[in-house]
């Protein structure tokens, strides 16, 4: 038997906070069954769901593990810009000239992610 990965999970301060963020992020949605200041949020969206633990202390140093996005119908720098409007951060820009590279990016409690290229900019 092996195991299968349920959910992804964050830590963090305000759980439905991030978890509406990251449904925006996702295309997804926090769960009917959770309202503002619940210690837990999950959301759900296409071939992933992601659960919000509200813990008490703070993030204190860059994560270990990290999602990496696809944009699947914008380019990587339309997508970046629509995370950034949500209230994401640029940290770190690695985009190359020749189109390959990444953008990695904080949420709202400054968590990493990364924003590759669209699978129509690796295909082009």
């Excluded at 380019?75 to 189109?99: F, Y």
């Amino acid at each position: 038997m092996t195991s299968l990965v349920r959910h992804l999970t964050f830590d963090c301060s305000d759980a439905y906070r991030q978890g509406t963020f990251w449904a925006e992020i996702l295309g997804g949605k926090v769960s009917d069954e959770d309202v503002p200041g619940d210690p837990e949020a999950l959301v759900e969206a296409d071939g992933i769901t992601v659960l919000f633990v509200t813990v008490p202390e703070g993030k204190t140093m860059k994560n270990r593990l990290h999602v990496d996005l696809q944009p699947q119908d914008r380019t990587r720098d339309e997508e970046v810009e629509r995370l950034v409007a949500l209230g994401a951060k640029v940290v770190g820009d690695h985009r190359m000239p020749d189109g390959r590279g990444w953008v990695t990016l904080t949420d709202l409690e400054g968590n990493e992610f990364c924003v590759e290229r669209s699978a129509a900019e690796r295909a082009a």
